[in-house]
């Protein structure tokens, strides 16, 4: 059993940036590939990015491409989402996600686990 906390949520104005990081129970956590998704109201829930067990490798969506940067410390068990350039468009609730023995999936149904959520709002 994992259990994942979200934080660093909150509002800022476009161009800006948040940091988000999401910490794990347990003492399992290097065997989770890890993901990042988000949810704005009235649309599903999509893929942000994802991070391999040990951290070597990396996906992203194309429209998060070169300004979001996901990264993890399993020494801490948590994974970051580091957000820049924000847009308007990026406002949504952010959930982080841990996939058993995976080295990250862009597809939410294969995760485990979820966190809570964390709102992130972008001002124009």
């Known amino acids: 059993q994992v259990q994942l906390v979200e934080s660093g949520g909150g509002l800022v104005q476009a161009g800006g940036s948040l940091r988000l990081s999401c910490a794990a129970s347990g003492r399992t956590f290097s065997r989770y590939g890890m993901g990042w998704f988000r949810q704005a109201p009235g649309n599903e829930r999509d893929f942000v990015a994802a991070i391999s067990r040990r951290g070597g490798r990396t996906y992203y969506a194309d429209s998060v491409k070169g300004r979001f940067t996901i990264s993890r410390d399993n020494a801490k068990n948590t994974v970051y989402l580091q957000m820049n350039s924000l847009k308007p468009e990026d406002t949504a609730v952010y959930y982080c996600?841990?996939?058993?023995?995976?080295?990250?999936?862009?597809?939410?149904?294969?995760?485990?686990?979820w966190g809570q959520g964390t709102q992130v709002t972008v001002s124009s």
């Open positions: 996600a841990a996939d058993f023995w995976s080295d990250g999936s862009s597809r939410w149904g294969e995760y485990d686990y």
